[in-house]
């Protein structure tokens, strides 16, 4: 894609001046006022395009140095024009979003990574975190990809840095794991797949957030555990949000629980609610520098804490990047103690602020993620990442393995939904590369209930509400979970189809994401969700091959989680529909069985993981599920016997067309099912 012969170096100092510099790739130039080299290397399909840069002395007087933000912008020819360009770019200091165009030029500021569909194939590209700086892509010209660098920190007259990686696939998710790929090879960034997901984020769990903001108390949460006692609602986490510590001016003033809201601390109100309810694990809130504007000065945290404290330049008081550990571990010991065992970390993506002026950017970045993760083995690493999308707190966290997805739900702002799915399904083109990622919270009492759950559902991520008291509605969460809270969690993120990354759903077409779920012992499930954000209907096309983790040359059966209807098909079959304004729909594709087709509890989004096994012979199938409940069979033959551990319930099958359905109570624990049917078809 890119011109391979000569780049453009545009390199600004402090004293104001800019100089400029095209240098053949590869070639060393010795210029008026830098030394400047561009290299690049391939492995694997992977181009990685480094800059190697000197400021040249001058006198004592005239030291030259580097601006402090964005001091180097780097200019590369495009040789290969794309036809389309999705580019996803921080909006906010925390959060990325993608932006939709044609053109180089309109590439947004800050994007850090973009991929750009070619005539035949598909180009990701990746800016990189280096040793001190962070490369972006912006737009400039027409035809040429520009990077922008930036440490933070002024005083630099060397720059060694890798600027990005390129790759290409015929898909996008083929070019973006292969760019993460090299990277993990490159700096041993731990991907997902070797990242561990604490327990308690396999379960339901609720949030105080939205329930209560800042006014959280004991009797608060002690009001909504009786709420979720009442009405057993099987969540097996709580965490407490902002608000619990005591503050000043958004300063962390004490580690210990607000005495005026915790009189006695968290110990016996967790005890209590443990024995009341099916709550397992407390965990709490903090922001990353304690509280957002850091540490109060002269309080009993700065006191206790001063030699794991910096003080940065703006005079605020955070974490010493370095030191820090010392503070998140005497903190993560305390909480400990009072019952807490995860926390979840927010507005990680302020490492710029925090130490802009004492740090380089990227070194601040990796230092302080690897702090807070020491401090936090006190907890066995059980961490949600949060305000962290950033690149450089993305490779910055060395083993945990939640990061959040997107902006926050706005349970009061109108049509919110559409932004936050928007952010979550193309977010996760690159985000899951690296991360589980939390799809944030929702209410169950909302216009948007339904819609919320199933992105839940099919997130491949943690799933937790944030209800007021008395709003949990129970059968909203029910497709989500096991009778026991656990979910019924699909292997990554969900994330849309190849047809839909290159076109904004806000204004065109219907947005389909996708995901997998293991299903029985060898076999692998899927499905497609269909969510239409524009303001008129929609149609659209579906194939279980667009569904990458399937095997096109197998038979499936189609499953419509709306209507309760099958059609047959093969992997590479394409089947229409249509969905209304703002309507979404769920299809699952479960490979075809010898006799019948079990797509497991089939009043659950992820159903079909609940199979855990099942073998046939002729006429007879049997299946074991994880637990009982409503049970779907598809075949064009007739059930002629039916058993349910053994006993004869045949009667209780229900025959419509190819859709046999047994409803059974939902219960915990191994359900062993077998179907005897006849010879002839339906």
């Not at 030394?35 to 006198?59: H, P, Q, Y």
């Not at 912006?138 to 630099?156: K, N, P, R």
């Not at 571990?329 to 009072?338: A, I, N, P, S, V």
Request: with cysteine; charged share 25%; proline share 5%.
């Amino acid at each position: 894609m890119i011109d391979r012969k000569v780049w453009t170096a545009e390199i600004l100092f402090q004293n104001g001046n800019m100089s400029s510099a095209a240098v053949p790739v590869g070639r060393r130039s010795d210029g008026r006022t830098a030394i400047l080299c561009f290299s690049l290397e391939e492995k694997d399909g992977a181009l990685t395009g480094r800059i190697d840069l000197e400021v040249k002395d001058r006198t004592l007087e005239d030291v030259p140095f580097l601006e402090t933000v964005y001091p180097v912008r780097v200019r590369i020819p495009v040789a290969e024009m794309p036809e389309k360009i999705t580019a996803i770019y921080l909006f906010s200091p925390w959060w990325t979003r993608p932006a939709f165009t044609e053109k180089l030029s309109e590439i947004p500021k800050y994007t850090q990574a973009a991929f750009f569909k070619m005539e035949e194939d598909c180009v990701f590209v990746l800016p990189l975190v280096g040793s001190a700086f962070r490369t972006t892509l912006t737009g400039g010209g027409d035809d040429e990809l520009v990077f922008e660098m930036t440490a933070g920190l002024g005083g630099i007259r060397k720059v060694n840095e890798p600027l990005f990686i390129m790759t290409r696939g015929k898909t996008a998710h083929e070019a973006a794991e292969k760019a993460f790929r090299e990277l993990s090879r490159q700096t041993g960034l731990k991907l997902r797949k070797d990242r561990r997901i604490p327990e308690m984020a396999k379960y339901l769990g609720w949030c105080s957030w939205d329930a209560f903001y800042t006014e959280v108390s004991e009797e608060k949460l002690r009001e909504k555990a009786r709420e979720i006692r009442d009405k057993k609602v099987p969540f097996r986490w709580i965490l407490i949000d902002d608000g619990w510590f005591t503050a000043r001016d958004k300063t962390l003033s004490d580690l210990r629980p607000d005495p005026v809201k915790f009189p006695e601390g968290f110990q016996s109100m967790i005890a209590d609610i443990k024995k009341e309810t099916s709550v397992t694990w407390f965990g709490v809130w903090h922001a990353l520098g304690g509280y957002w504007d850091g540490v109060a000065e002269d309080s009993a945290a700065a006191l206790s804490e001063a030699p794991y404290l910096y003080e940065n330049p703006a005079g605020k008081l955070v974490p010493h990047p370095v030191k820090g550990s010392g503070f998140y571990r005497d903190w993560y010991e305390l909480l400990k103690k009072e019952g807490i065992s995860f926390v979840k970390v927010d507005g990680q993506g302020a490492v710029p602020f925090y130490y802009r002026n004492g740090f380089p950017l990227a070194r601040a970045a990796r230092d302080i993620g690897f702090a807070l993760e020491s401090g936090a083995s006190v907890m066995d690493g059980s961490v949600i990442n949060c305000m962290g999308m950033p690149m450089e707190n993305i490779v910055s966290r060395p083993s945990t393995a939640i990061s959040r997805n997107s902006d926050d739900f706005f349970p009061l702002k109108e049509e919110s939904f559409m932004e936050h799915l928007l952010q979550n399904a193309y977010n996760s083109l690159y985000h899951n590369e690296v991360y589980c990622c939390d799809w944030d919270m929702f209410w169950t009492k909302h216009e948007a209930a339904g819609k919320h759950a199933l992105l839940r559902g099919i997130s491949g991520g943690p799933v937790y509400v944030s209800d007021r008291v008395g709003e949990t509605d129970p059968e909203v969460l029910k497709p989500l979970t096991y009778t026991d809270g656990r979910i019924l969690m699909m292997e990554r993120s969900a994330r849309p189809t190849e047809d839909c990354i290159f076109t904004d759903p806000l204004f065109e077409g219907a947005l389909k994401i996708h995901n997998f779920g293991l299903y029985g012992e060898e076999e692998k499930a899927g499905g497609i969700a269909v969510y239409n954000l524009t303001g008129t209907e929609q149609s659209f096309r579906l194939s279980p091959s667009q569904v990458p983790e399937l095997d096109p040359g197998k038979k499936y059966w189609i499953w419509d989680f709306r209507q309760k209807e099958a059609l047959a098909g093969e992997g590479k079959d394409t089947f229409s529909g249509s969905v209304e304004a703002g309507g979404c729909r769920w299809y699952v594709f479960v490979p075809r069985g010898r006799n019948g087709t079990c797509i497991g509890l089939s009043e659950k989004y992820a159903g079909f993981t609940a199979v855990e096994t099942q073998f046939s012979k002729a006429g007879t199938d049997t299946v074991v599920l994880k637990e009982s409940g409503t049970v779907t069979w598809l075949s064009d033959c007739r059930p002629v016997r039916v058993t349910a551990q053994g006993i004869d319930v045949t009667a209780q099958m229900e025959s419509r067309g190819p859709v046999h359905t047994l409803r059974l109570p939902e219960e915990a624990g191994r359900a062993v099912l077998t179907v005897t049917w006849a010879e002839e078809e339906v």
